[in-house]
């Protein structure tokens, strides 16, 4: 198997990757075949997951500009994945120039790429390191640099979670994140979720196998499960609601059926 040019030496290009396979679905380039092989996998399953993707993205845009509108214009974003158009960096810097970005991501060609994107950029940065792990994330040197904890930091944990079965303790990894932040700092997050899938129970779990056996079980809370996140802060209107429905730009009844598949919430930190 032949090697990029911009894939990082040392990593395995023999086993697919969630953020690269993200990036397939989104119509990127920084994806092997292994992951491209997956993703039409899923896919066979469940044709929409580029749709999904899609609202994940849309929501993520809608939820920055909601965050410096309030005067939050400091962003800490895990599980970033590989940056494609409409980055957080950009959709904050249209709305306020001087906002600050700390990207991070435990896949190495995301980590590699962001860097390479970022280059020269003094107002953004990417560290290497896992949502399992929050006190490596709040000790990086680029958070501290970047990011004034003593203010608000708005935390995008967007199509991540799911990917953090119970035994991560994922609840508690949100609660010491939160924990670090000051009053105001905003939650951003998105899961995936049986409901709102535009197929039976039964097709959506043949996907859901997929990543099972590359090793990155996609885990599929309830919306009540998924609300447990928000503990500690106030939901922002309209609530925890299926993706489309979080202040929509646009007539709802336009989205793709897969559109609605999990859930979206934006919640403030009391």
């Known amino acids: 198997m032949e090697r990029p040019a911009w894939a990082p030496i ?3 290009i023999s086993v ?4 690269r396979m993200y990036d397939f679905y989104l119509g990127g380039s920084h994806n092997f075949e292994v992951d491209r092989e997956a993703a039409r996998k899923a896919m066979e399953f469940m044709p929409g997951l580029p749709k999904i993707m899609q609202a994940n993205r849309a929501f993520m845009r809608r939820a920055v500009r909601h ?3 309030n005067d939050v214009t400091q962003f800490l974003d895990i599980g970033s994945g590989i940056p494609t158009f409409g980055n957080v960096h950009e959709i904050a810097r249209a709305a306020h120039p001087g906002a600050r970005v700390v ?5 190495p060609v995301a980590v590699a ?3 390479a994107v970022l280059e020269g950029d003094p107002d953004t940065s990417v560290v290497a390191a896992d949502l399992r792990e929050p006190d ?3 000790r990086a040197p680029e958070v501290a640099r970047l990011l004034d904890l003593d203010r608000p930091v708005a935390v995008l944990l967007v199509a991540v979670l799911h990917f953090l079965e119970d035994e991560d303790r994922p609840y508690e990894a949100v609660a010491e994140l939160l924990d670090a932040l000051a009053p105001g700092s905003l939650l951003v997050l998105t899961h995936a979720a049986y409901e709102g899938i535009p197929l039976t129970r039964q097709q959506a779990g043949g996907a859901v196998g997929v990543y099972r056996n590359i090793r990155n079980p996609l ?3 309830t919306g009540e499960e998924i609300a447990r996140f928000f503990e500690g802060t106030d939901l922002v209107e309209p609530g925890l609601v ?3 429905y979080w202040r929509p730009e646009g007539p709802v009844e336009e989205e793709d059926p897969y559109a609605f598949s999990g859930y979206a919430g934006v919640g403030r930190k009391a």
């Open 10 to 12: 040392g990593i395995d």
């Open 113 to 115: 790429h962001s860097l």
């Open 67 to 69: 965050a410096v509108d």
């Open 242 to 244: 299926q993706m489309p």
């Open 136 to 138: 490596g994330i709040l």
């Open 219 to 221: 885990v599929m809370r």
């Open 16 to 19: 697919p990757s969630v953020s």
């Open 103 to 107: 990207y991070v991501d435990h896949d």
